[in-house]
């Protein structure tokens, strides 16, 4: 995501909502699928770079460090505070 390239992946794990409408998925253990998504990728380049500009949007804005930081102090914070 924060090359801003065009990301065409499975829809598997937390993928999809990490991702959001930034790229393009596919369903796992489908190569018909895959190849179909290379070719739509290919003959759409403007999309394709648009969606690419999104998606490392999307990562400055919900995975930079400051908010990876933010995150976690907050979760352990409530470990701690759960748990005295």
Do not use: W
Not at 16 to 44: F, T
Not at 50 to 58: D, I
Request: aromatic fraction near 8%; hydrophobic fraction near 35%.
């Amino acid at each position: 995501m924060s090359m801003a390239k065009p990301i065409l992946t499975t829809k598997i794990t937390d993928i999809p909502e990490a991702l959001g409408e930034c790229g393009y998925l596919v369903d796992p253990s489908k190569p018909s699928q895959l190849a179909d998504g290379i070719r739509y990728i290919l003959h759409r380049r403007d999309e394709a770079k648009s969606k690419g500009y999104a998606a490392r949007n999307r990562c400055v804005q919900n995975y930079n460090m400051y908010n990876l930081e933010y995150g976690l102090r907050a979760l352990v914070e409530k470990v701690v505070i759960n748990k005295t």
